[in-house]
């Protein structure tokens, strides 16, 4: 198991952020895939193609014997990724399901069977324009490696999830606000994410407390947050916070 360097993560936002054909977003999956030893990830958007399209964007990089059986179980009425991911503003981690009920049970198993992996994370995002997305990864950890592993994806797709979102309304022809932060607005919403508080991130980034709030003051009001933590929460959503500042 392993997770992208800094150096390959900064390289890896980069490419995602040159994309421009929705052609080019199978084979941006897979890399991704291999990058983070994963055994799959998948996009699924609602609202990002063109206005008024009612129609989901996917792109998976799942068998076509899996997408073949899902579509014939009517899987997506219980998927329970797509039942509670929509629901949720945070990472969901697959362990964390309800397996008592006997058909998540099984769509899990045979999920497992069709070599989609033993883990699986999803990464919910929400635009700005009411568009969603979630961005699931999934691998063949066992439960002592992903404890390990479990971080790293978390911290990484946390940012990358918000890049790829961007990446497919761009090629669905929508045209999204840009939010501009300074590097030390980043740097005291990265921290803060990482649950420091204002004296804390002070100490770290050698500025003063006043200092420090007049950043998170700014970013909160360029996010329309209400708290800084709600500012560092949308700013990962959006792509905008990256690992090892």
Known sequence: ??????????ELTETIDKVRETESIPNLLQSISHLYGLKTIAYLGVGATRLGDTEPYIAVTYSPDWVAHYKNENYLFIDPVIREGFNRLM?????????????????????????LGRQGLTFPVRGMRG???????????????????????????????????????????????????????????????????VPEIAIILGLSHHTVKDYLEEARDKLNATSNSHAAFKAAQQGLLFPGL
């Open 91 to 115: 990472p969901l981690d697959w362990g964390d399901f309800d397996v008592s009920e006997g058909r998540t049970r099984q769509f899990l198993g045979e999920a497992v069977e069709f070599g």
């Open 1 to 10: 198991m392993k997770s992208a360097a800094t150096d390959d993560f900064y």
């Open 131 to 197: 568009d969603r997305a979630l961005v699931t990864i999934t691998s063949e950890a066992n439960d002592r490696e992903w404890q390990g592993v479990r971080r790293h994806y978390t911290r990484d797709f946390q940012a990358l999830s918000g890049h790829l979102h961007e990446m497919v309304l761009r090629t669905g022809g929508i045209e999204t606000p840009q939010i501009n932060l300074s590097k030390r607005q980043v740097e005291c919403l990265w921290w803060t994410s990482q649950g420091k508080r």
